[in-house]
């Protein structure tokens, strides 16, 4: 009955050719492959993806991923195959008509562990075509990693057709894949796909090339000098990538820290409560996003940009009033400053539990801080990226207020000499003021930050506050280039010993250096010379 | 005159202290072990384990006050000594134990048996026996203090960086207990303990037995510390604490005295971890968190620092408010009240309420000095008057 009717349609086929339509052909090859899915023989199978897969059909590709998910049914009888949809509808495979119900007796077409690898190359192969430029990057990819030798034919065509110039490249590192592990391959063939690994440089592409076998001698040799050059590169960019992690980290470290190194090395004063400003900020933020949320949904981008400035207000303004209720009546005791802020620190935590639950907020990124993108053997992801980039900035403007502002001028030479000041005529007490609102405003904004790559929760504070403080005494108090210095060196050395040590005993090495380096140094790595720091 | 009455008012202070201490070290025990349960007078167990943290607290504030209070050293990490010496006591509780453990191992503790142990760490070795354990409770944390303290104090690590580094170094020891690999249990630290010297730790007498010692130890710390501080050295502590550069350059080795203070200091919260965790019957690592350490600074701030009395009263007044606030419906606003303490008593209090009772009763016994002497100066003005 089938071969019946496919020789009609045959017929049909021809009929229509001779009127000089270039149609594909659906008939024929490809629907006698279909009809070997039936057979319930593996090598038959094989063969059926092979012919399915080349086919150029349109039903190929839903074909194929069926039998991948086990949604091809076959019909031993009547040797009819069909496609069940993942909506529970169902095609014939061979036509693409839709049928009411696959008969009872089709059962689902059996996979090896061989030929799930054919069909893996052949899915791979298909969407190779694809008109997205990231399905068919990912196509390509996945080539790669399965190099099954049916993959090649469709990797030389749409290596042809390619014009995307990163598409381009993984599908030669595909087709160097396939060519190394194919058994007829040249060994020019081989020496070509050795050279285009080497470049690839990767761990996927070492891989490769230690698992490949045996080999022509001259192709072994070629090998193994890829083998040492790609695993030199490798240490070298395990070494970049730690020190872009120890960056990253240096960076948070900082924004933490810059703060407190104005509030510490300028008054003096110990602010336990620093963390706090930093969960307030992060708070700001979450309170900024549920609005936008809720009325302004087209703003979801631009709600880091109006979380900054409102953190450093909400932060500053709460710092102005700690300083003007509390804090200047403990001036000269810095240890009853530390004890009373620790206290103040306490209290806002619970407070900003009892308004927002003692639970984690969920702060999104917005789009551009989301994803990554690849340099050289690395991943960046751009949260971490903008992270560096805004503490950089907001580095870089405190240290051109300080410079070039009258606040800045007026806050140095408090730093400075306190009574020769106030003697000139600053207002010392306004200047007192101003300097902890800014302090805790740069928390605030910090907060901003943070709340991107940690949890907002009210002991949000609590984990940086340490850190940070060990920021400030290792770089030098009072200087807020040491504290740039303090946090990037700690950053990076917290990241270089972590694969050596572990995290945690990573962690403990440093609090254990830091406490040695304090007794050499105890005013920290940039100390202010003369008197000022001998009170 | 004054430092004289000075003297004297804290002699009355103290007496009366170590009165009603060892008064509480001998009647709770007896009504707890002697009357009936349900009497009105009979101190139920529960209420004598809880009184026994109390006087341990109220060793460890006296050990805070006595480096805080006369010597100017504010120690955020002495919560640390106090772990150690805890888990000192806890190793030896945890090799008492033996094969009554869920293994039933006769030398492993049970969580070295979970977690593949196959010998015992070399510096659980002697902990099986009790002479070895009280002696590392107060060899351990000394030696930390001594080995810090010799490291902080020599390169003048002084005022709000030496606080900054003991938390860092209660910060780390933190981190390093909180992990299995380090031998002591991980972050459930060591618990179900059995027998204290072979008697069982839950049993009502051994109870009774450890809070009339914690009051034993508590009156010892208080007369050490009275012995410390009313000495010559005492006296050169508190000159280091109100002026450290001219002792120095008066001729003492500042840092040989700072030295050998913060090491008894440790010693003595050593023993207050000691025999706290076979009162309280667990030990682990969150009492090396920072914060628990800053509390134990603020019962001596509440009670008043630079008076040893008022260190040990704050100990128990605040841990008593504690228990009491968070059992009940304000739970959720105790760490407003403990958070508004701190502010409170820096702001308002800053002598705490003993030394604040203290000042007030020398200045009304000055005044009516002044008073009898101005009249008597009066009279003596008058007199040649009326002679005239």
Redesign the interface.
Known sequence: MPAHLSARLRAFALSLLLIAFALPAFAGPFEDGVAKFANDDFSDTEEAIGVVASSGNKLAFPIISALQDGRLMADPDSKKVYVTGTDGKSIDAATGEPVASVPDSASAVRLNNRLRRSVDAAIGGLTLQSPDIGTRLQAAQSVFKSHEETALEAVDGALAKETNKSVKAALGDARAAILLFKSDATEVEKLEAVATLKVRGDQEALALLTGMGDQPASVTKAAASAISSIQSSLAVWSGVQNAWYGLSLGSVLLLAAIGLAITFGVMGV?NMAHGEMVMIGAYTTFVVQEVIRTRYPGLFDYSLLIAVPLAFLVAGAIGVLIERS?IR??YG????????T??????????VR?MFGPTNREVGNPSWMSGAFELGQITITYNRLWILVFTLAVFAILLAMLRYTALGLEMRAVTQNRRMAASMGIATSRVDALTFGLGSGIAGIAGVALSQIDNVSPNLGQSYI?DS??VV?FGGVGNLWGTLVGAFTLGIANKFLEPVAGA??G??AI??L???F???R?RGLFALKGRAVEA | MTPHMLTRSLDRSATIFLAVVAACGILIPLSNLLLPAGSFLQVPTYLVALWGKYVCYAILALAIDLI?GYCGI?S?GHGAFFALGGYAMGMYLMRQIGTRGVYGNPILPDFMVFLNYSKLPWYWYGFDMFWFAALMVLVVPGLLAFC?GW??F????T???L???T???T??LL??F??NDFGFGGNNGLTDFKDILGFNVQAEGTRAALFALSCLALILGFLICRAIVSSKLGKVLIAVRDAESRTRFLGYRVESYKLFVFTVSACMAGVAGALYVPQVGIINPSEFA?GNS?EA??WV?VGGRGTLVGAALGAVVVNYAKTFFTSGVLA??W??M??????L???LL?KGIVGTFNAWWDSSKEKRNAASASAAAEDGVTQPKMAE
């Not at chain 1, 620790?342 to 407070?351: E, M, Y």
């Not at chain 2, 403990?338 to 502010?343: N, S, T, V």
């Open positions: 110990i509390i009546f403990l005791r810095p240890l009853e400053t530390l004890l009373a620790w206290g103040l620190s306490l209290v806002l935590q619970q407070a009892t340490i403080f060990m005494v945690v005993l962690k403990i609090l254990v830091i406490i040695l304090i007794q050499k105890p | 805080w504010l955020l810090f490291l902080a020599r390169s003048r690590v005022g709000v960086y606080s900054i580094i938390q860092a170094m910060y780390a981190l390093a909180f992990r920072p800053i600074v603020i701030a959720p606003y760490l407003f403990l958070g508004a303490l701190f502010i008593v820096t702001l800053p």
